[in-house]
């Protein structure tokens, strides 16, 4: 395997950690009227981010390499930023599209690197995040009234 296949799959699980405690300060914070909606929607996120971040880091471990494991890794690599702590509820939504965003870009890209290795099971891993990762784009758009397209 490409060591810039392995790098951008770190990027992934960084991403994916940071967005782990993204979503719990977004959980415990939000306000309004949303409250209920929102405070069930980060919860399912970031239980869901924990199974990519998971399942991600065991795949760089079966192509031999290391996974970022430290949190000064995951901020280091991550293509998202930490919660500010002063968003509000459509701001929490609006920036986790925006992080969203840049975790499709990251993906489209760890697939395309896995497709020049040759590595269908690692394209087919990232393709799957993928898909549910847009299934959720779509939904945040919708929740903030914004046409996706």
């Known amino acids: 395997m490409s060591k810039e296949l392995i790098d951008e799959l770190n990027i992934q699980v960084s991403t994916w950690s940071v967005l782990y405690t993204k979503l719990h300060n977004y959980h415990w914070y939000v306000k309004g009227p949303q409250f209920f909606t929102l405070h069930a929607k980060f919860e399912e996120l970031y239980n869901e981010a924990t199974l990519h971040m998971d ?28 919660a500010e702590g002063s968003e509000d509820a459509n701001a929490m939504v ?44 779509w939904m945040l758009h919708a929740f903030l009234g914004e046409d996706n397209n």
């Open 94 to 137: 609006s920036r986790l599209a925006e992080d969203f965003d840049q975790v499709m870009k990251s993906l489209k890209k760890g697939m395309e690197l896995a497709a020049k290795d040759g590595d269908d099971m690692t394209e087919d891993l990232l393709n799957s995040t993928y898909q549910s990762i847009e299934k959720h784009q």
């Open 55 to 82: 399942e991600i880091a065991e795949r760089i471990l079966t192509l031999g390499g290391r996974p970022a494991a430290t949190m000064s890794e995951h901020l280091e690599l991550s293509v998202v930023g930490e």
